[in-house]
């Protein structure tokens, strides 16, 4: 594959297999492949999905590394768009 693509990262807090196989493929996608992720989690917080402070370091050094970071601090666009539907 050339492209990974992560989407809500976070949402469910992975099991200690899972967050290792999880290290594993993007280990294994590190410097080779592309890798997209999407999440609400700031970094502190990923500790909870993997559920390791020294696995959930290895992963976010190894993301980072040759990263671009792309943040949005708006608000969610599912929340603005049931808001317009709401009568006034």
Same mark, same amino acid.
């Given at each position: 594959l ?16 899972? #967050? ?37 370091? #290895?992963?976010?050094?190894r993301?980072?590394h040759?990263s ?9 666009h ?5 808001? #317009?539907?709401?009568?006034?």
């Amino acid at each position: 594959l050339d492209l990974l693509i992560l989407d809500e990262l976070g949402y469910i807090p992975l099991h200690k297999q899972g #967050a290792e196989l999880l290290f594993q493929v993007i280990s294994l996608c590190y410097e080779k492949r592309s890798i997209i992720i999407t999440t609400n989690l700031q970094f502190g917080e990923w500790n909870h999905v993997f559920g390791d402070p020294i696995l959930t370091e #290895a992963v976010v050094d190894r993301l980072i590394h040759h990263s671009h970071l792309v943040l949005f601090n708006d608000d969610s666009h599912r929340l603005k768009e049931s808001m #317009a539907f709401q009568p006034m």
